[in-house]
């Protein structure tokens, strides 16, 4: 299935990791099994596959320098014959092959989705393991410092927001009889409003403040929750369960990475030997992106729901977003981490805060957090993940929305690094893989 000749790769410093151009007995002779018919119905003259396309310069200036435990060992810069796919394959194997991979994906359902989120786990967390291997650590203690360390990293965040988030906690503990007065009164008076106009709804009952009322209305669809108190802690323990074989499971992939990247190297088409050309690391570098473009989407509309909120302070529009925009703006940075619910569930604080204090507040606030998340959706999220992933931003929307139809928020939530992976996997195949022609002079189907 290879034409042309093959300058010999360096021996690699393992000779259990081959590197991308190391082919073994048995695969060799699979492949001029597979060529030979390609020769045999093309003849001589067809016999010289097309050479690889090199490395583009984005791939060339974003990849690194210095090489780690899972980069190939070789490096030889001589020029590769591209794999040509025979039209046997293009008409029976492949589509027999991706109608086969849809099917095992579709029955299995919750399995590849976990299997999914414990493999970027585990690409996020490997240049970390590879640096630290450099102290000659073994691999596997290298996992383990990785992740005492990344512990240890969000406890450390974790305590050093604790003290300001804790004191405007307690500011508004501090302030909530005031709110919860002031939303009696608001409350009072809008029934008022709702009965001169002849709507009669019982918001306020006699002798009852506004929100004794609707404690009691609470408390008469408490029976209601309770029974579903089963199931909810049934769906608990299922995700409890989830998350931790989704740990273990990162960590095997973790503690086998250079293994699972041999064998990956041995699957693909071979590169140049560069890190600009090696399969895996342009995995590594996609899925790197994709985190530091997430990072600073989270803190960018973090930012700017505090900074909108301190300004609605300061102009007296929403007087307690003063107070608490630090807090406010920390708890929606960390729900645009989850797509699609997470800017509502972020925007919910805020806009509760401002109901308690006036209702034509609160109408302000929601107002803010829909330009928000307008500007969010339409401009900012593509803007980012287009640039970092170097993918479409109209794919970027419909690799969310499919995410999120298949798999719901785990599904969107990875659906952007999936995409990049994918669109890595199209650029390197692109690259070093071409179809045998279908020429029409020629008789032979096969």
Same mark, same amino acid.
């Given at each position: 299935?290879?034409?042309?000749?093959?300058?010999?790769?360096?021996?690699?410093?393992?000779?259990?990791?081959?590197?991308?151009?190391?082919?073994?007995?048995?695969?060799?002779?699979?492949?001029?099994?597979?060529?030979?018919?390609?020769?045999?119905?093309?003849?001589?003259?067809?016999?010289?596959?097309?050479?690889?396309?090199?490395?583009?310069?984005?791939?060339?200036?974003?990849?690194?320098?210095?090489?780690?435990?899972?980069?190939?060992?070789?490096?030889?810069?001589?020029?590769?014959?591209?794999?040509?796919?025979?039209?046997?394959?293009?008409?029976?194997?492949?589509? =027999?092959?991706?109608?086969?991979?849809?099917? !095992?994906?579709?029955?299995?359902?919750? %399995?590849?989705?976990?299997? &999914?989120?414990?493999?970027?786990?585990?690409?996020?967390?490997?240049?970390?393991?590879?640096?630290?291997?450099?102290?000659?650590?073994?691999?596997?203690?290298?996992?383990?410092?990785?992740?005492?360390?990344?512990?240890?990293?969000?406890?450390?965040?974790? %305590?050093?927001?604790?003290?300001?988030?804790?004191?405007?906690?307690?500011?508004?503990?501090?302030?909530?009889?005031?709110?919860?007065?002031?939303?009696?009164?608001?409350?009072?008076?809008?029934?008022?409003?709702?009965?001169?106009?002849? &709507?009669?709804?019982?918001?306020?009952?006699?002798?009852?403040?506004?929100?004794?009322?609707?404690?009691?209305?609470?408390?008469?669809?408490?029976?209601?929750?309770?029974?579903?108190?089963?199931?909810?802690?049934?769906?608990?323990?299922?995700?409890?369960?989830?998350? %931790?074989?989704?740990?273990?499971?990162?960590?095997?992939? !973790?503690? $086998?990475?250079?293994?699972?990247?041999?064998?990956?190297?041995?699957?693909?088409?071979?590169?140049?030997?560069?890190?600009?050309?090696? $399969?895996?690391?342009?995995?590594?570098?996609?899925?790197?992106?994709?985190?530091?473009?997430?990072?600073?989407?989270?803190?960018?509309?973090?930012?700017?729901?505090?900074?909108?909120? $301190?300004?609605?302070?300061?102009?007296?529009?929403?007087?307690?977003?003063?107070?608490?925009?630090?807090?406010?703006?920390?708890? $929606?940075?960390?729900?645009?981490?989850?797509?699609?619910?997470?800017?509502?569930?972020?925007? =919910?604080?805020?806009?509760?805060?401002?109901?308690?204090?006036?209702? &034509?507040?609160?109408?302000?606030?929601?107002?803010?957090?829909?330009?928000?998340?307008?500007?969010?959706?339409?401009?900012?999220?593509?803007?980012?993940?287009?640039?970092?992933?170097?993918?479409?931003?109209?794919?970027?929307?419909?690799?969310? =929305?499919?995410? !999120?139809? !298949?798999?719901?928020?785990?599904?969107?939530?990875?659906?952007?690094?999936?995409?990049?992976?994918?669109?890595?996997?199209?650029?390197?195949?692109?690259?070093?893989?071409?179809?045998?022609?279908?020429?029409?002079?020629?008789?032979?189907?096969?």
């Amino acid at each position: 299935m290879r034409g042309g000749s093959r300058k010999r790769r360096e021996e690699p410093a393992d000779p259990a990791e081959p590197t991308s151009g190391e082919r073994s007995p048995a695969s060799s002779a699979t492949a001029a099994a597979v060529a030979s018919p390609v020769r045999a119905a093309k003849g001589p003259a067809h016999d010289a596959a097309p050479p690889a396309q090199p490395p583009g310069e984005d791939e060339r200036r974003l990849a690194p320098s210095s090489s780690d435990g899972d980069a190939p060992a070789g490096a030889s810069h001589g020029e590769l014959p591209r794999v040509v796919v025979p039209r046997w394959i293009q008409l029976v194997a492949l589509p =027999l092959t991706l109608l086969a991979l849809w099917a !095992l994906a579709k029955a299995a359902g919750k %399995v590849l989705v976990i299997f &999914i989120v414990a493999a970027l786990i585990a690409l996020i967390l490997n240049p970390a393991v590879a640096l630290v291997q450099r102290g000659r650590l073994p691999r596997g203690l290298a996992v383990l410092v990785v992740y005492v360390a990344f512990f240890l990293i969000l406890v450390g965040v974790g %305590v050093l927001l604790a003290n300001p988030i804790s004191s405007q906690v307690r500011t508004f503990t501090h302030n909530l009889p005031r709110i919860g007065h002031e939303a009696n009164k608001t409350l009072a008076s809008f029934q008022h409003e709702l009965e001169h106009h002849g &709507i009669h709804l019982n918001l306020v009952k006699p002798g009852k403040t506004a929100l004794q009322s609707l404690q009691g209305k609470v408390a008469k669809d408490a029976s209601k929750l309770a029974s579903s108190f089963g199931s909810l802690l049934t769906e608990a323990a299922s995700a409890i369960f989830d998350l %931790v074989l989704v740990f273990v499971l990162s960590v095997y992939m !973790l503690v $086998y990475g250079q293994h699972i990247g041999a064998l990956v190297r041995r699957a693909m088409p071979d590169g140049d030997g560069t890190r600009a050309d090696d $399969y895996p690391t342009l995995v590594q570098r996609a899925v790197s992106r994709y985190v530091g473009g997430q990072l600073l989407f989270s803190f960018l509309m973090g930012a700017s729901t505090g900074v909108s909120l $301190y300004v609605f302070g300061v102009l007296g529009i929403f007087p307690d977003g003063r107070k608490y925009a630090l807090a406010f703006a920390l708890f $929606y940075g960390v729900m645009e981490l989850v797509p699609y619910v997470g800017p509502l569930l972020g925007a =919910l604080p805020p806009v509760a805060v401002a109901l308690l204090t006036e209702p &034509i507040v609160a109408v302000w606030v929601a107002l803010l957090f829909v330009g928000l998340q307008q500007l969010e959706g339409h401009v900012v999220a593509p803007q980012i993940f287009g640039h970092t992933l170097r993918i479409n931003p109209l794919l970027v929307i419909f690799a969310l =929305l499919l995410g !999120l139809q !298949l798999h719901g928020v785990i599904g969107a939530l990875i659906a952007l690094p999936v995409l990049a992976i994918l669109r890595e996997t199209a650029v390197y195949l692109g690259r070093h893989l071409a179809f045998e022609t279908w020429d029409r002079g020629d008789g032979s189907l096969l």
